[in-house]
């Protein structure tokens, strides 16, 4: 008999330059919010992940290594890859190494401009579109992301994008795995490819999305000194 589990392939840590979540934090928070897995995803680095993933060696949780690509389209998530793909390349190029290198490469918040989201122009050659994405004040940019997912025949995933412990778990991808199958690495990644996913969750809390906002606007701003 198949069963679900509960992904949360969308996380940060400290290896993210606007990150506060230590890596025995986030697998401690992780088991709290009764996760099964997590995908650590930070910009352009594996290091967090692999953190992550080395203390994860005993799991209650399952850590999956991957990363947060910056493309030249926008950002995307390299799900199950050792090392992290160059940035700065087309986003389809990109997805299609991802692939190549036994990874899955999914759309996150997309055409959200303001956080680097891929317009549907450039999104081509991934596995799946984030049509949750748990850091929004408001639901349109999800609803517009399932919309354009449902059309285009992409499966769906939920993450919660978080930076802070607290926000791990909020936003989730219930994966369905094939009867009498752990949750593996290998599993949960085979899950993704076949479109075994649905997105589930809630939107983080005003605090925290403005603290995010100043957080990224004071990285983002000229020094005056």
């Known amino acids: 008999m198949s069963r679900t589990v509960r992904v949360d392939p969308h996380l940060h840590t400290v290896a993210s330059y606007d990150g506060h979540t230590l890596p025995e934090d986030l697998l401690w928070r992780a088991e709290q919010a009764g996760l099964d897995a997590v995908v650590v995803t930070d910009p352009d680095t594996v290091e967090g992940a692999h953190n992550v993933a080395d203390l994860a060696a005993d799991p209650p949780v399952t850590a999956v290594v991957g990363c947060e690509v910056s493309t030249a389209d926008g950002h995307l998530l390299a799900l199950g890859v050792e090392t992290a793909p160059d940035p700065g390349d087309p986003l389809a190029v990109t997805a299609r190494r991802i692939r190549d290198r036994g990874g899955v490469a999914v759309v996150p918040h997309p055409f959200q401009r303001s956080r680097h989201g891929a317009n549907r122009d450039t999104i081509d050659a991934v596995d799946g579109i984030e ?78 999305y403005v603290t995010k906002l100043v957080t990224n606007a004071r990285h983002r701003a000229p020094s005056l000194l």
């Open 131 to 208: 049509v949750y994405n748990a850091h929004t004040l408001v639901n349109l940019r999800n609803e517009q992301a399932a919309r354009y997912a449902r059309r285009a025949g992409y499966p769906a995933f939920g993450g919660s994008d978080a930076h802070r412990p607290g926000g791990v778990g909020l936003a989730t991808t219930e994966v369905t795995l094939r009867p009498g199958e752990r949750c593996t690495t290998e599993t949960v990644l085979d899950a993704f490819r076949d479109g075994r996913t649905a997105a589930v969750g809630c939107r983080t809390s005003a605090w925290q």
